[in-house]
């Protein structure tokens, strides 16, 4: 392309891996922390490209931000409530793909599949398609583990997109016991509190008390009165102040 067509190519080598090697590794263990931030900030091969094309005078916040704005003008009807574009996702191959890029994703990537499933909440056409995401099991086990720290990078972003996700999937009845099912309430309290309070201010708290007043299992209404009670005392015991 960059001789045929005489238009620019970045090629771009892998020459290290910034992010964990899977979903279980804390490579900070084998490498210093200051290396990686080396690597994601001053090394970083698209920022280092960008100041190159900027210097040349080929591109500059002025053109970014026409081509934001064009991109944006591009996908408002994707972000409109009473569109059904998402519900492609409700046919079988679609599906599975969004479910592959769940599992295989960067943080990044899931951060913005979370918050795609808090956008289809709000549209009145996609309930069909809250079901289907809250009927997966392997794509609530990918939510949950989004929702630890350890698993995100300490990504408070991730952590808080993955408690919309949550929400939004609870706002179709038969998810619920779903969800207690999977540990997504277990999850919740383990995180900071101010992920709790994000939780409480999303309707989190809500739906798990329509939860006790649903037609669920006694088990699951057992867990969720208790899981209710260990929210009541982690909220008390940030809460009160210690003696000195």
């Not at 620019?8 to 490579?27: C, F, K, N, Q, W």
């Not at 499933?117 to 949950?144: M, P, T, W, Y």
């Not at 989004?146 to 698993?151: A, V």
């Amino acid at each position: 392309m960059a001789v045929t067509e005489r238009k620019p190519v970045l090629i771009e080598a892998l020459t290290y891996r910034v992010g964990h090697h899977s979903m279980s590794d804390d490579s900070t263990k084998y490498r210093p922390i200051n290396e990686i931030e080396l690597w994601r900030s001053a090394r970083d091969s698209v920022a280092r490209f960008r100041k190159w094309i900027e210097r040349n005078g080929w591109w500059n916040c002025k053109a970014e931000s026409e081509l934001r704005n064009n991109v944006r003008q591009e996908l408002l009807p994707l972000d409109d409530p009473t569109s059904n574009h998402l519900n492609i996702l409700t046919q079988d191959p679609k599906f599975q793909s969004f479910l592959q890029l769940f599992q295989k994703g960067t943080t990044k990537i899931k951060t913005c599949l979370c918050n795609l499933i808090d956008s289809a909440a709000s549209s009145s056409h996609s309930q069909d398609l809250i079901f289907l995401l809250g009927n997966s099991q392997k794509l609530l086990q990918e939510i949950i583990i989004l929702l630890d720290d350890n698993n995100n990078n300490n990504n408070s972003e991730a952590s808080m997109a993955a408690i919309k996700a949550i929400s939004s999937l609870s706002t179709v009845e038969p998810n619920r016991e779903k969800l207690v099912r999977a540990g997504a309430i277990d999850g919740i309290i383990r995180e900071s509190g101010a992920a709790r309070e994000e939780a409480i201010g999303e309707g989190v708290l809500s739906q798990l008390l329509l939860l006790l007043q649903s037609q669920c299992s006694a088990r699951t209404k057992t867990k969720a009165r208790m899981l209710l009670k260990l929210l009541r005392s982690k909220w008390v015991s940030e809460n009160v102040p210690k003696q000195v």
